[in-house]
């Protein structure tokens, strides 16, 4: 089992930064791809940012690539989400995601976070 929980969401201004965290506990094994989703209001969920949190490797969806920046810290499990360059388009409630394949199907994954709102006005 694995047990996701979000951080760090809020309200900025456009052109402004935030961080997201997630925190994992559990089976490290059934969550070596950590992934950001987001969704707003009227829209399907869609990924952002993924990593594979055994090798260090990134993924990006086209829409945050040079903005968004996922990262890891091994010693404390958690994955956070850097946010630069902030745009009311970004608005959404962005959830951590778990699977042991990656990707930004959102069927793919089985464990998920509940979610943080990040708001962005213009």
């Known amino acids: 089992q694995v047990h996701l929980v979000e951080s760090g969401g809020g309200s900025v201004q456009a052109g402004g930064s935030l961080i997201l965290s997630c925190a994992r506990s559990?089976?490290?094994?059934?969550?070596?791809?950590l992934t950001w989703f987001r969704q707003a209001p009227g829209k399907e969920r869609e990924g952002v940012a993924a990593?594979?949190?055994?090798?260090?490797?990134?993924f990006y969806a086209d829409s945050v690539k040079g903005r968004f920046t996922i990262s890891q810290d091994k010693a404390k499990n958690t994955v956070s989400l850097q946010m630069n360059s902030l745009q009311p388009e970004d608005t959404a409630v962005y959830y951590c995601?778990?699977?042991?394949?990656?990707?930004?199907?959102?069927?793919?994954?089985?464990?998920w976070g509940q979610g943080t709102q990040v708001t962005v006005s213009s």
């Open positions: 559990g089976s490290t094994v059934s969550s070596s791809f």
């Open positions: 990593i594979d949190t055994e090798f260090d490797t990134t």
């Open positions: 995601a778990a699977n042991t394949v990656g990707g930004f199907g959102v069927r793919e994954y089985h464990y």
